[in-house]
């Protein structure tokens, strides 16, 4: 434990800007540990010792070096690292996991308190010694408790463990994404996180915002699942972001819906080739080839296409909507338009249908309000005027109490998925003051509600994030209304 004025005198630094570095710091990381602060003494990490440990593991595998121990140099470190990577008896933790551990424990191997069986593993002992490191025997047994704890725990994990988890959670069997693939891939991504722990969080180069805007729902079942994991098998977590892409990709495999397209073409062998070139690179798009723009007036009364695709020397009329002139053979450029329209046409082309300026509207939030607060009483307002249910308004409250909140470019989207048999729904609502939610500035709130089950709705919130990323944040601060937020959206 270390002063404040003494750590700020140690790295030569103004106490005030080691104080604002600390603060960022605590907000940080207060998810993966307590950082807890005591008049006098300063800042410490309350956490038992067996988490302290790996914490400090966690540390030294970024830097071997960053602390000055006793005995211990270059060398001892790459021998030490030979030694663990050639080591079988724990197949799921790399040989730089297991040297970082070792070298935890030698470091606080004087302040060690936990009573743990003697060890009477000889390899282990074998390796340590053979990187010149030296354990007495309570630092040994501590090294073996922790592997031995991590060992019972992975054993917790399988997949048929894991496929119990994932259907406990709310509405996931309806969406038909359990297979092999998503068992398999979660299954192998809690048995590292179980037998390699890490809680100092590696750095991220990109927020993970727009993936969750992309897969929302992905995300949700992401929090659910979790929740059953922790509940049932009380395991530690690490990059829980991870199990959500596990689920963004399983939802993308099974999404089987085959869109129409209009083929525009007048010769042949190029409206073949152009087909085949859309069907293969566009997925989920069934192209049908016309010949004339009769012919696309007469497949358009029968199925209703999502885009007509002009491949053709033809004109159509101005009243023919969702049409996409590409000349020739269709290159990548090509079918990348064709992917970008299709994703956004839907919304492009109404998005008043989606979102309603009936129930749109502005909150005068004072400085100092929590955001739970917030949320209660925007989801109250729009309760009382009949827009959401109640369940609805109970679900949107839980989601943003769960965390993970979703927020796009300072708008915060809070939403729930929806039994109602009503298409998606979203009210734009202005605050007064802007708020830091999970340490992001919020300027407004899209309250949203959405059908799980209708994977063309989960494009909206694509779309959105698509919308809302072009523009600077200062333009999403100063939307005054919902009729600036619409103008936004069809730009």
């Known amino acids: 434990?270390?002063?404040?004025?003494?750590?700020?005198?140690?790295?030569?630094?103004?106490?005030?800007?080691?104080?604002?570095?600390?603060?960022?710091?605590k907000q940080r990381y207060e998810r993966a540990f307590c950082l807890t602060s005591r008049p006098g003494m300063g800042h410490f990490i309350d956490e038992p010792e067996e988490k302290r440990i790996i914490l400090l593991a966690n540390l030294l595998k970024k830097d071997p070096l960053l602390l000055p121990l006793p005995g211990i140099t270059c060398e001892n470190i790459e021998r030490l690292h030979a030694a663990c990577d050639k080591l079988n008896d724990f197949?799921?933790?790399?040989?730089?996991?297991?040297?970082?551990?070792?070298?935890?424990?030698?470091?606080?191997?004087?302040?060690?308190?936990?009573?743990?069986?003697?060890?009477?593993?000889?390899?282990?002992?074998?390796?340590?010694?053979?990187?010149?490191?030296?354990?007495?025997?309570?630092?040994?047994?501590?090294?073996?408790?922790?592997l031995e704890t991590q060992q019972q725990q992975a054993h917790l994990i399988s997949t048929d463990a894991v496929?119990?988890?994932?259907?406990?959670?709310?509405g996931v069997v309806a969406l038909h994404i359990i297979d092999d693939r998503l068992v398999e891939d979660i299954t192998g991504h809690l048995l590292r996180c179980v037998s390699a722990p890490i809680w100092v969080p590696e750095q991220r180069q990109n927020s993970m915002n727009n993936l969750k805007a992309t897969w929302p729902a992905a995300f949700d079942m992401s929090l659910h699942f979790i929740t059953q994991l922790r509940t049932q098998l009380n395991i530690p977590l690490f990059d829980s972001d991870l199990i959500g892409l596990y689920f963004a990709c399983a939802l993308e495999r099974h999404q089987n819906e085959r869109q129409p397209i209009i083929l525009l073409s007048d010769q042949n062998a190029i409206a073949t080739i152009n087909q085949q070139a859309i069907e293969r690179d566009v997925l989920n798009c069934r192209?049908?080839?016309?010949?004339?723009?009769?012919?696309?007036?007469?497949?358009?009364?029968?199925?209703?296409?999502?885009?007509?695709?002009?491949?053709?020397?033809?004109?159509?009329?101005?009243?023919?909507?969702?049409?996409?002139?590409?000349k020739n053979i269709i290159t990548a450029a090509g079918?990348?338009?064709?992917?970008?329209?299709?994703?956004?046409?839907?919304?492009?082309?109404?998005?008043?249908?989606?979102?309603?300026?009936?129930?749109?509207?502005?909150?005068?939030?004072?400085?100092?309000?929590?955001?739970?607060?917030?949320?209660?009483?925007?989801?109250?307002?729009?309760?009382?005027?009949?827009?959401?249910?109640?369940?609805?308004?109970?679900?949107?409250?839980?989601?943003?109490?769960?965390?993970?909140?979703?927020?796009?470019?300072?708008?915060?989207?809070p939403h729930c998925w929806s039994e109602q048999e009503r298409h998606f729904r979203g009210f734009f609502v202005t605050l007064g003051h802007s708020v830091q939610v999970n340490n992001e500035p919020v300027s407004h709130v899209l309250i949203a509600c959405a059908a799980a089950d209708a994977r063309h709705e989960l494009k909206i919130f694509s779309y959105l994030a698509s919308v809302l990323c072009r523009h600077p944040a200062e333009t999403i601060t100063e939307l005054?209304?919902?009729?600036?937020?619409?103008r936004l959206l069809k730009q």
């Open 1 to 25: 434990v270390t002063a404040r004025a003494q750590l700020a005198t140690a790295l030569n630094l103004p106490e005030a800007w080691v104080a604002d570095r600390l603060l960022r710091l």
């Open 91 to 146: 197949p799921l933790m790399r040989g730089e996991y297991l040297t970082s551990l070792i070298l935890a424990v030698y470091a606080l191997r004087n302040q060690l308190t936990t009573l743990w069986p003697e060890c009477r593993q000889t390899s282990l002992k074998s390796i340590v010694e053979f990187g010149g490191i030296y354990l007495g025997n309570s630092a040994f047994s501590t090294l073996a408790g922790l």
């Open 163 to 170: 496929i119990s988890l994932l259907h406990s959670i709310p």
């Open 287 to 326: 192209v049908i080839i016309a010949r004339t723009p009769g012919e696309v007036s007469a497949i358009s009364q029968e199925v209703e296409p999502l885009l007509i695709v002009n491949n053709s020397h033809y004109l159509l009329h101005d009243a023919v909507k969702n049409v996409l002139t590409i």
């Open 335 to 413: 079918t990348e338009q064709i992917k970008n329209h299709l994703a956004t046409a839907f919304i492009r082309q109404q998005p008043e249908r989606f979102f309603s300026s009936a129930g749109s509207f502005h909150y005068p939030n004072v400085p100092g309000d929590s955001w739970q607060h917030i949320i209660q009483q925007i989801c109250s307002h729009l309760e009382a005027q009949h827009h959401i249910t109640g369940d609805e308004s109970q679900r949107i409250c839980a989601r943003e109490d769960d965390g993970e909140n979703l927020i796009v470019n300072r708008l915060a989207i």
């Open 480 to 486: 005054a209304d919902f009729d600036a937020f619409i």
